[in-house]
């Protein structure tokens, strides 16, 4: 059998006795053109008895999305940029958004990449970082065309919409909770440290403050961090749970005075606590393991690893609202002449990895 011919403007023009540009702008519904009633009448029902389908109108590029937040994460492996995801896909869904994850590992050239093709060929509702941006400038300058929200570490040289916490806060907190413990030398371990990653330098910055503020001294605290060539040799999918594991053992090795591990997060903390197990240290009396983020795994009972809170799925939430409050208020035309800045407060979940120091 051969194919049905397929109905055009032309079949029905012939049948209704009418131009086909009359058709078109009748099935159209096309703006200032007049026609008698019976003349629409007669054409609509010609193309109903012909079987006539209308061709489905293609969205251009930016019109399909321009209902897209796009999330720029350096990878997902670790549960706390998971947790943020979707806490804004959820959030993003109640306004009928969607989102994008655009996962960088860290390459300022993959980021770059994501940059162009925002800046220069779609049009999408927004970005949110999970992360500090390698180009500020860029996307500073970006940030005035287009809604852009920053989570992470407190930073005076973002010049547009931010959800922040300052480092130095939560591992205070944590140094502190050490302190009562009889804590008096501790190792913080992280991932490499870097100007661009404030965040790994400033927990060590409050932990050091923490320890001279109780008057214990300005030598408490041990860095110890991968360099950026030992790192880039791990595996994308276990960075900071590596980072955490091969540090401490060579830490166990090389033999240590400290009575307690900080992680720079919870990954981090991960791989120090299976580090102490796999050499047979009791946790926490033989040392005391300490995390930053509280992500889900953190409160298993098998790990029960003492962190600190910072209202994960909060953030993600907030980033969505400023995103459309935003985009509601170009669309009124309403000048925006403010910059949101928001700060969570910490607070310490104390669990089973930290006990009092052993004498």
Same mark, same amino acid.
């Given at each position: 059998?051969?194919?049905?011919?397929?109905?055009?403007?032309?079949?029905?023009?012939?049948?209704?006795?009418?131009?086909?540009?009359?058709?078109?702008?009748?099935?159209?519904?096309?703006?200032?053109?007049?026609?008698?009633?019976?003349?629409?009448q007669r054409v609509l029902q010609v193309a109903k008895d012909l079987g006539y389908e209308k061709k489905k109108k293609k969205s251009t590029p930016s019109e399909s999305l321009s209902k897209v937040i796009v999330i720029m994460c350096p990878f997902l492996s670790n549960h706390y940029y998971t947790t943020l995801i979707h806490s804004i896909t959820e959030r993003a869904h109640d306004y009928g958004y969607v989102t994008f994850v655009a996962? *960088? =590992? @860290?390459?300022?050239?993959?980021?770059? $990449?994501? &940059?162009?093709?925002?800046?220069?060929?779609?049009?999408?509702? /927004?970005?949110?970082?999970?992360?500090?941006?390698?180009?500020?400038?860029?996307?500073?300058?970006?940030?005035?065309?287009?809604?852009?929200?920053?989570?992470?570490?407190?930073?005076?040289?973002?010049?547009?919409?931010?959800?922040?916490?300052?480092?130095?806060?939560?591992?205070?907190?944590?140094?502190?909770?050490?302190?009562?413990?009889?804590?008096?030398?501790?190792?913080?371990?992280?991932?490499?440290?870097?100007?661009?990653?404030?965040?790994?330098?400033?927990?060590?910055?409050?932990?050091?403050?923490?320890?001279?503020?109780?008057?214990?001294?300005?030598?408490?605290? *041990? =860095? @110890?961090?991968?360099?950026?060539?030992? $790192?880039? &040799?791990?595996?994308?999918?276990?960075?900071?749970?590596?980072? /955490?594991?091969?540090?401490?053992?060579?830490?166990?090795?090389?033999?240590?005075?400290?009575?307690?591990?900080?992680?720079?997060?919870?990954?981090?903390?991960?791989?120090?606590?299976?580090?102490?197990?796999?050499?047979?240290?009791?946790?926490?009396?033989?040392?005391?393991?300490?995390?930053?983020?509280?992500?889900?795994?953190?409160?298993?009972?098998?790990?029960?690893?003492?962190?600190?809170?910072?209202?994960?799925?909060?953030?993600?939430?907030?980033?969505?609202?400023?995103?459309?409050?935003?985009?509601?208020?170009?669309?009124?035309?309403?000048?925006?002449?403010?910059? *949101?800045?928001?700060?969570?407060?910490?607070?310490?979940?104390?669990?089973?990895?930290?006990?009092?120091?052993?004498?």
């Amino acid at each position: 059998m051969g194919q049905k011919k397929k109905i055009t403007t032309k079949d029905i023009a012939k049948y209704a006795n009418v131009s086909q540009s009359a058709v078109s702008m009748i099935l159209n519904n096309k703006a200032d053109v007049s026609f008698s009633d019976s003349t629409r009448q007669r054409v609509l029902q010609v193309a109903k008895d012909l079987g006539y389908e209308k061709k489905k109108k293609k969205s251009t590029p930016s019109e399909s999305l321009s209902k897209v937040i796009v999330i720029m994460c350096p990878f997902l492996s670790n549960h706390y940029y998971t947790t943020l995801i979707h806490s804004i896909t959820e959030r993003a869904h109640d306004y009928g958004y969607v989102t994008f994850v655009a996962p *960088t =590992l @860290r390459n300022p050239g993959t980021e770059q $990449y994501y &940059l162009d093709m925002l800046q220069h060929q779609v049009e999408v509702a /927004g970005i949110v970082y999970l992360y500090p941006t390698s180009f500020l400038p860029e996307v500073n300058q970006m940030s005035k065309q287009l809604p852009i929200v920053n989570i992470g570490d407190k930073n005076d040289d973002i010049s547009f919409d931010s959800i922040h916490i300052s480092s130095v806060k939560p591992a205070y907190l944590v140094a502190e909770h050490l302190i009562s413990l009889g804590h008096r030398k501790i190792t913080y371990i992280s991932t490499p440290i870097s100007d661009v990653e404030r965040s790994r330098s400033k927990r060590y910055e409050g932990l050091v403050k923490a320890y001279r503020d109780h008057g214990i001294g300005d030598n408490c605290v *041990t =860095l @110890r961090s991968l360099s950026p060539g030992e $790192y880039n &040799l791990l595996s994308p999918n276990m960075l900071e749970y590596s980072s /955490g594991f091969n540090l401490t053992k060579q830490i166990l090795i090389e033999g240590t005075d400290s009575t307690a591990f900080v992680g720079y997060n919870d990954m981090v903390a991960f791989g120090i606590l299976d580090a102490l197990y796999e050499m047979k240290y009791k946790v926490p009396s033989d040392f005391s393991v300490c995390g930053f983020d509280n992500v889900p795994m953190a409160g298993m009972n098998r790990i029960s690893l003492t962190t600190v809170e910072h209202s994960i799925e909060a953030k993600g939430r907030e980033a969505v609202d400023i995103i459309v409050r935003i985009r509601d208020s170009k669309t009124k035309n309403e000048p925006r002449s403010f910059v *949101t800045k928001l700060e969570f407060e910490p607070f310490i979940v104390k669990r089973k990895t930290t006990g009092k120091a052993r004498v």
